[in-house]
């Protein structure tokens, strides 16, 4: 039969700048002998524009990231359940000034790579100076952007100088541009091409790879492993598929034990719905969003009345429940509705979807209609109903009279580069975030070097509003700044966010530990899955 969990949010816990001490986050678990098989419609591809797909000063999408969490260490990372970060290859970590401008870590004893060569203070230096040298187009280094310099005292102390205060700094620090790689394996001026990594972490990587393309990576417990985690199984098999219809087939057969993202809207209908076979459906609240972004230098676009246009048309309820339905909630704001410092800036300013609100923004900033835009999206990224929400937002566009909307889709491997090169006017992304906070559903898109290369440059936003919301280790305390750079991009529409998602996982019976296999930023955490009797 299939069966349904509900995984219910926790509370995500305020930033506090005392010294984490070290304890255990998961409790025991068994090994088992035959490899776990997950899979997924992640796409890992070698590429002329990205040949170095999963090295952690360039990876920055949520499919290679799920590749370097399981075999890369980090400081520190999310406890089970979400939270407050703790430590991870270190034995505690800690600010030790009232700025939140000096953060500390001291290393675990006997850390080792899993060649056996032991990890050091300077090979933590080395790695994150590495991410910070190379400054990798994908923009990834900007996390660390707020590190002014890298001290070791002895082999095991880290200290980080801060050019201003980040309380969000322990979450930077458990994202996979700061884990620790062997100087022996990574160049410190470029890239590690193809698909090998070499870490410290839970699991070793074996690649398969086809075409330039990586189609299966079999993940072995490191026996030389010292960390948090307690990996509950011996090897886990992750298999990409070319859709979601192709990965379902394979865990009806019984070729998978367990498929997550993408499923398609009619698979999650179907398996939440009930039908034969020993499959559990898990629903997971998720922080993953969609949205709009536009390059405010295209001559299409560069006048805000056009984007304030679009956001006064877009109906986000009806989008979600055609093409999602229970699925997604409207979003109106970058910041999702379960972070701290949310608010509804979209909905204030534009209230309920208005042709005549938006026909009155354009006649007023004297555009011609209908304008002409194309929208563009990713067609093998986001899932397959990536395609039937963009025919949405065309109809409903060009519904109003007011636009003329053509869409075109493109695989990620041209469409990423494209984006990143300020080909599109108009394009849809997702969003899952780094780590659980306000900030990183704004910094990356607002700030300098921001990860998408849009042209907008607010200085209100990135020189005072975004620092000061940096020194506040309580988030209640950075609302009133979250809150003002919510405001602004409501105003200005460099991006126009459209939903939020929930996630989720089918697992076949007998397999354990589902319900923790993702987090709320949707972390894979492949050590949670084990062999037993599922509840």
Same mark, same amino acid.
């Given at each position: 039969?299939? !069966? ?6 926790? &509370? ?56 370097? !969490? ?21 034995? !505690? ?61 002895? %082999? ?24 620790? &790689? ?24 074996q690649s398969e790879v086809k075409d330039n393309e990586l189609v299966k990576a079999v993940f072995t417990k490191n026996s030389r492993y010292k960390g948090q985690l307690t990996p509950k199984n011996g090897k886990v098999e992750l298999r ?20 997550? !993202? ?92 208005? %042709? ?132 602004? &991009?409501?105003?200005? &529409? ?42």
């Open positions: 039969m299939i !069966r349904k969990t509900l995984v219910l949010p926790t &509370v995500v816990g305020l930033l506090a700048p005392a010294l984490a001490a070290c304890g255990s986050v998961n409790g025991g678990g068994s090994s088992s002998g035959d490899a776990i098989v997950v899979g997924t419609t992640d796409r890992f591809t070698a590429s002329k524009d990205a040949p170095a797909p999963i090295d952690p000063a360039y990876a920055y999408d949520v499919g290679t990231w799920n590749i370097l !969490r399981q075999t890369v260490q980090t400081l520190m990372v999310q406890p089970r359940g979400d939270g407050e970060p703790v430590p991870e290859a270190a034995e !505690r970590c800690g600010f030790t000034d009232s700025g939140n401008e000096r953060y500390v870590c001291t290393l675990r004893k006997g850390l080792e790579f899993s060649n056996g060569d032991a990890v050091t203070a300077s090979d933590v230096k080395f790695s994150i100076e590495r991410a910070l040298r190379i400054q990798a187009d994908s923009g990834v280094f900007a996390l660390l952007s707020t590190i002014d310099t890298v001290e070791t005292q002895g %082999d095991r102390e880290v200290i980080f100088h801060l050019k201003t205060a980040d309380a969000t700094f322990p979450f930077k620090l458990s994202t996979p541009v700061a884990g620790i &790689v062997n100087p022996d394996d990574y160049d410190k001026d470029k890239l590690r091409d193809g698909f090998d990594v070499d870490g410290s972490g839970p699991y070793t990587l990409s598929f070319q859709d979601a219809d192709a990965m379902g087939t394979a865990l009806s057969d019984g070729d998978i034990d367990l498929m997550t !993202r993408t499923m398609t809207p009619e698979q999650i209908r179907k398996l939440d719905g009930g039908s034969t076979g020993d499959i559990d459906l898990v629903q997971m609240p998720g922080l993953e969003i969609r949205y709009l972004a536009f390059n405010t230098d295209a001559p299409t676009v560069k006048n805000k009345a056009v984007r304030q246009a679009m956001a006064q048309i877009i109906n986000r309820a009806e989008l979600v429940a055609k093409v999602y339905g229970d699925e997604a909630q409207p979003l109106f704001s970058l910041v999702p509705a379960t972070i701290t410092g949310h608010s509804n800036s979209f909905f204030n300013k534009y209230g309920e979807p208005s %042709d005549i609100k938006a026909k009155n923004l354009l006649r007023n900033a004297g555009i011609t209609t209908p304008v002409k835009l194309t929208l563009h999206y990713t067609t093998d990224h986001y899932g397959a109903a990536t395609k039937p929400e963009f025919e949405e937002l065309q109809k409903q566009l060009n519904a109003s009279g007011l636009f003329n909307v053509t869409i075109e889709g493109a695989p990620w491997d041209t469409f990423r580069p494209a984006e990143k090169k300020r080909e599109y006017d108009v394009f849809g992304m997702g969003w899952f975030p780094d780590f659980p906070d306000a900030d990183n559903y704004l910094a990356p898109f607002l700030d300098k070097d921001n990860f998408l290369s849009l042209p907008y440059a607010n200085s209100k936003i990135r020189g005072s509003l975004i620092p000061e919301s940096r020194r506040e280790a309580d988030r209640l305390t950075a609302s009133a700044s979250l809150t003002d750079i919510q405001d602004i &991009v409501a105003d200005d &529409v460099p991006v126009l966010p459209l939903w939020q998602g929930n996630q989720y996982i089918a697992a076949r019976d007998g397999i354990t530990g589902a319900e923790w296999a993702l987090n709320s930023s949707s972390t894979l955490q492949l050590w949670e899955l084990g062999r037993g009797v599922s509840n």
